[in-house]
């Protein structure tokens, strides 16, 4: 290919998507290349926006990345709809987390009290309160906590409206898969396609997901940590909506959830399998997501199965993403974003489109696994 753009995103998720957006509407010029975007982890994905329900208590630097990024998100999804015509899909009713026995109560209301103490909105219902909200809900649950500033989306739609965005701000796709990374005196200068080709770019962005750190030609000093966490998630169809908001528990030892959407769908998951780069869908796994979401919301066993799914999340050794410019010039990162990446987009977006915001820039560059300084860029 004989042009050369200002800014290269390798990987057509939701990350390297919304990233191409913004720097088109920047006036840059953008490619993304991709042999099948929009068909990995965004595909799979549930699309809950929910720093406040999943906070930990080792995580508050992710949780400061979370709510930037929930900030930006009813900005975004309205410019993102505008632009391309499309419904995302957007809901911000809250999520309602939920528990069964005195750990689990207690548990929330541990938590409950750090979110307080960071001074966020949660509120601590009784399991009666709880099935007001939600009647669908299993009669043995004792107690909850209502996150009413966690929002959701369907990723499906939010993908297919970058998609259309990204081509009327004159971005360009190229369905291809990289080969490896083109470099001259020690910098990055684009891209070789599986295809034979090639394509030059000002700066490279690499948005590949799980399979980020593994791009051939990456340069050993700017490799990134990033493995595939494996997740199975099922879609059920229901002839009319049986939950208004997100719904999470701990059943088994482990985290389940249900989302609505607008048409009745209600997804079911997810499963977190350290396996590599397996994609294959269960029968352990789907047993367990039902199993679980019985617990909380019995009707569930009732619906249509709509499709079953395994994707691969982008995990790091410390849960953050890798978000800015590498060691080495010309290269910059836009991965490892694991179970957040619908959420982290908007601000991921704007961090590699520019932005200044030197905390939030720390808290999530790739420099922090590498060992010497970025290098001017020439």
């Not at 959407?261 to 869908?281: C, H, I, N, P, Y």
Request: glycine content about 12%.
């Amino acid at each position: 290919m004989a042009d050369h753009f200002h800014l290269l995103v390798v990987g057509g998720g939701v990350i390297g998507l919304s990233v191409a957006w913004r720097a088109a509407g920047r006036g840059l010029k953008v490619a993304v290349a991709d042999p099948a975007p929009a068909s990995g982890a965004s595909h799979a994905a549930a699309g809950m926006l929910a720093p406040v329900s999943e906070v930990t208590y080792t995580e508050e630097p992710l949780l400061r990345l979370g709510l930037a990024s929930l900030e930006r998100w009813p900005a975004f999804a309205a410019e993102l709809a505008d632009a391309s015509g499309h419904d995302l899909d957007h809901r911000a009713d809250g999520t309602l987390d939920v528990a069964f026995g005195s750990d689990d109560l207690a548990a929330l209301d541990d938590l409950a009290a750090f979110v307080a103490k960071l001074g966020l909105s949660a509120e601590r219902l009784t399991g009666r309160e709880c099935r007001r909200l939600e009647p669908m809900l299993a009669p043995a649950v004792r107690g909850g906590m209502l996150a009413g500033g966690d929002a959701w989306v369907d990723p499906r739609k939010v993908t297919g409206a970058l998609l259309t965005a990204l081509e009327r701000a004159g971005g360009t796709l190229v369905r291809a898969r990289v080969a490896g990374l083109l470099t001259a005196a020690g910098a990055v200068t684009g891209v070789r396609l599986a295809t034979g080709e090639s394509v030059g770019a000002e700066r490279v962005v690499l948005a590949a997901g799980a399979w980020s750190g593994s791009l051939p030609g990456m340069p050993p000093e700017a490799l990134p940590p990033v493995r595939p966490v494996k997740g199975q998630i099922m879609r059920l169809r229901s002839p009319a909506p049986i939950l208004r908001r997100c719904v999470r528990g701990v059943v088994h030892g482990s985290n389940v959830y249900l989302v609505p959407r607008g048409d009745g769908e209600v997804v079911l998951g997810a499963t977190q399998e350290e396996m590599g780069f397996d994609t294959r869908v269960t029968a352990g796994g789907l047993w367990e997501l039902l199993r679980d979401a019985r617990e909380l919301v019995p009707g569930v066993t009732e619906l249509e199965v709509a499709e079953v799914v395994a994707g691969l999340r982008p995990g790091t050794p410390d849960n953050l993403p890798l978000v800015g410019p590498t060691i080495v010039p010309g290269l910059h990162m836009a991965t490892g974003h694991h179970r957040g990446g619908v959420l982290l987009a908007p601000l991921t977006a704007d961090l590699c489109s520019g932005e200044s915001d030197p905390e939030l820039s720390s808290i999530c560059s790739p420099l922090r696994f590498q060992e010497h300084p970025p290098q001017e860029l020439s």
